[in-house]
């Protein structure tokens, strides 16, 4: 009633000042319009008008999922480093030992934190090019692993690109990034210690690669609790790899133009109309760099979805694989402040971002970083790093190296081979020592038993394994036609038993005739 007594005031002004104006509107004279509901807009149309911004379950992709395809590729290059990890981490406990040596007893207590997968000495005896496995007399009964002499070449190369110049260099402008991307300019050191593999940083960085760079960052509180702190900030590296990129490709580009990521999509992937549309406006969005204060933006929006995305993306730039196990991303967002939108990316921009789960987790992999699976950038550690990967996945034998690919079963019978190899050529070689004794005595009576002995023979001599095959050849090489025959027929007299021949006529005859000088 209140609202009604109003709107006649507001009429009868509006008569008053407007009497001789013959444009005013008619339907203002009535007041129909007062009864009439309000107007209502569209909930992402208001969030534009307020906000200046929309997200993306407000936009025409609310009712269609982002198909996820699978990429082999990009499968590929997370499988092939599936074991890389735990088998360096097991290298560097024997490399600290003094003897350079280590009982498997120790390496299975310490089964955790090296993060061997399987058993710790199956785990060995897989990789039979870097461990080896003895005994060492009066100790124990308890085998010993030692690396090999090649595992330890490439470690020494390893421990040059540590210590060169540049690579150091390289490595402190990745943690001086790092800080300066951290809200806090600080870093948990246990944050880093998660993210030490990922960042190629050397084992003992905090005595010999902190220290070096004073005027960079440092170390507040103990090694183990501590932080580490930003000391300097630097212009020059405040730059994201894709401003740096833009910058050089010469399209004038500054601060909050829009920026697009570069994408790569799936052999596969379809993207719906409307979730094309709503991309096409995403990446026209204006860029904020990573390296700048975000505040305020609100969380749930588009513009705070791309910031997110290219701290994402530049924090993978600065991992020396370009990909990161997805609990240790989050674990970072979580200190950053933006873990939800880290998952909001990885969701909503699988073409920038892949999701891998080749290796019984998931692994964040910077699609546009690879090419047919392989690396693109050329990085000291990463080749040193394929150096151990060729390494494992070659198996020593009969002197000499056959490299096989990873996961196939060419490899896992070979490795099951060479990890039997000490124990099988003896007793290889003293069942073939046996069976051609064997081969040497009786004949047989008749051609197709022979011939039938010959084909169980060769059938028999390709179940042995390959070095008694090495060492005897094959059994045609050796044995003629008629000692085959008369072999297969002794093998058999000892497997089968003897069944009595027909006698013939002139026999029957011959033993009734001494029966009767007998009697």
Request: glycine share 6%.
């Amino acid at each position: 009633m209140g609202l009604k007594i109003g709107g006649c005031w507001v009429l009868l002004f509006l008569a008053l000042n407007f009497k001789n104006c013959k444009t005013l509107p008619k339907p203002l004279l009535t007041l129909s319009f007062l009864h009439s509901p309000p107007m209502k807009f569209p909930n992402h149309v208001i969030h534009r008008r307020h906000r200046g911004s929309r997200t993306f379950m407000d936009g025409a992709a609310a009712t269609t999922a982002v198909k996820f395809v699978r990429d082999r590729g990009l499968d590929h290059a997370v499988e092939r480093e599936k074991n890389l990890r735990p088998l360096l981490n097991v290298k560097n406990l024997i490399k600290s030992e003094p003897s350079k040596s280590l009982p498997i007893s120790i390496i299975s207590q310490n089964k955790d934190s090296l993060k061997i997968p399987s058993r710790p000495i199956e785990f060995i005896r897989k990789y039979p090019s870097v461990f080896h496995e003895f005994l060492p007399g009066g100790i124990g009964i308890h085998p010993h692993i030692k690396l090999t002499q090649e595992v330890l070449d490439i470690d020494a190369d390893e421990h040059l690109v540590y210590e060169s110049d540049s690579y150091r260099q390289l490595v402190a402008n990745r943690l001086l990034k790092l800080l300066m991307i951290s809200r806090m300019n600080k870093i948990p050191i246990n944050i880093l210690d998660k993210l030490k593999w990922d960042l190629g940083l050397p084992q003992n960085y905090l005595k010999t690669l902190v220290p070096d760079f004073p005027d960079c960052f440092r170390v507040v509180g103990s090694n183990e609790s501590g932080q580490l702190e930003l000391v300097c900030w630097s212009d020059e590296l405040a730059v994201s790899i894709l401003e740096k990129k833009a910058m050089e490709g010469g399209s004038g580009y500054s601060k909050g133009m829009p920026l697009a990521f570069p994408v790569k999509f799936s052999k596969g992937f379809e993207m719906d109309k409307k979730v094309k549309k709503w991309w096409d406006d995403w990446q026209k969005l204006p860029y904020v760099s990573p390296y700048e204060n975000a505040l305020h933006l609100s969380p749930k929006t588009d513009e705070s979805d791309k910031w997110a995305a290219a701290v994402l993306h530049e924090i993978l730039n600065l991992f020396v694989a370009k990909k990161a196990e997805r609990d240790d991303v989050l674990c970072i967002g979580e200190y950053l402040g933006i873990r939800s939108r880290f998952k909001r990316v990885l969701l909503h921009h699988p073409h920038i971002f892949y999701l891998s789960s080749k290796i019984g987790t998931y692994t964040v992999v910077l699609k546009e970083a690879y090419k047919r699976g392989l690396l693109i950038e050329n990085n000291p550690l990463m080749n040193v790093r394929n150096r151990y990967l060729h390494l494992m996945h070659t198996v020593k034998e009969h002197g000499k190296d056959i490299s096989m690919s990873p996961g196939t079963n060419q490899e896992k019978k070979a490795a099951s081979n060479a990890s039997k190899k000490e124990a099988g050529d003896d007793d290889s070689e003293e069942e073939n020592n046996g069976l051609s004794v064997s081969f040497s005595g009786s004949e047989t009576e008749n051609g197709d038993s022979g011939r039938r002995g010959s084909r169980e023979a060769v059938a028999l001599s390709r179940r042995t394994t390959t070095t008694s095959k090495r060492k005897n050849g094959d059994l045609k090489t050796h044995l003629g036609d008629g000692e085959g025959e008369r072999a297969m027929g002794r093998w058999h007299s000892r497997t089968k038993p003897k069944v009595p021949q027909p006698l013939n006529a002139s026999t029957n005859v011959h033993r009734r005739s001494q029966q009767r000088s007998s009697s």
